[in-house]
């Protein structure tokens, strides 16, 4: 008997010790696939941004809006929306109109002024109306123009300042060794620094995840692949970013540019109008920008440099106005592309908001318009993201143009407004130069940052 009792001890002893190694075996398998080991390191490029061709221009008309790539869009909960007073709570109540009776004045209090006599001041004779809007460059103003290829090569290495910290982190902590649990959260840490923002921080850390692990990835030069990878699946680089600035059946290409204080508006509308000389076509510039002190003038100035008109009127003049006679001009003269370079405006304030989607409709009893480009300053982050969520929902966005990638920019912000918004990143501002405008591409943009 007592032998039988240490046989079963024993067997239920032996049995426990294997039901604990098998399940510290298990622990240690999936450890060690959530676990990656990367040897080496990532080899050492030159940071460039090559973009493998010009930008390219289509025909006018606006085709059927494409699917939204991301139905989650968490961020923009909690924000005001158009027409909202970021002053005042949204479950605040609204005034309501009274009416309040008013005494009716005597009649009789005050006498009716005596009738100056006619003659007094002699008649004004009317100033010409058409002698203001339309103005034309002198020929000996025009400047030759670099063709788009050439000067693509001469932008090469431009966006290595704008790289900041966010690739080479990447890359470091990629490539430092094994990645555990600290060293996901660090990665995350690094890509909402770069302005990724929360959703798109949690979509490619979860995918870069999951690729490492199913590609077996041990190298640091095949961390770096995959990085690559995600970041340019995440960029959808399958959208159409060709600029609709080609005539069409029913007149010119109209391209409407709108944008915050200070972003580069006129100024890329100036680069836009000399990639279309360059390639042969025939531009008006309209200058809605009535407000700004020689905004006119500045936009004068570049269309001097290429040989195109403008159409403008007197400071402080209707931008709605000035933009319907911009484009009433370039249907009759039937040029190839209209350019409406809209005031600089603040997307806090609603009156400025209401007066751009006027200048859009008014617009558009003249003719459809083609493209609205929203330029974006790249060194303004999150804030540059709500300014693209309430322009997006006045002016129904085509196109973003990202200026002044050639500083302090992050990067990241690229990755968030495309998520965000659904609409493509066209081109690049690139520097202060006349021709330092180029197409975004993905795969480039992406190198740019990781080498």
Sequence with gaps: MTLVTTTTVILIIVAVVVVLLAILATGLILARRRRISITGKPAEKPATYQAGGGISLARGGRPDAPEHPVADRTETDGQPAVGDDAAVPRDAGKPTIVDVGLPEAPTDAIPAPAEPPTDAIPAQAEPPTDALPVQTAPATAVEEIAPAEGRLERLRGQLSRSRSAFGQSLLGLLGAGDLDEDSWTDVEDTLLLADLGAATTTEIVDTLRDELSRRGVRTAQEARTVLRDVLVTALHPDMNRAVRALPHDSGPAVILVAGVNG?????????????????????LLGAADTFRAAAADQLQTWADRVGAEVVRGKEGADPAAVAFDAVKRGVETKVDTVLVDTAGRLHTKTGLMDELGKVKRVVEKQAK?????LVLDATTGQNGLTQARVFADL?????????????????????QVQRELGVPVKLVGLGEGPDDLAPFEPGAFVDALLN
Excluded: Y
């Design 395 to 415: 002016i129904d966005v085509t196109g973003i143009v990202l200026t002044k990638m050639d500083g302090t920019a992050k990067g990241g912000i690229v990755f």
């Design 263 to 283: 972003t580069g508006k006129t100024t890329t509308t100036g680069k836009l109008a000399r990639v279309l000389v360059a390639d042969g076509r025939r531009v």
């Design 369 to 373: 318009i083609d493209e609205v480009l």
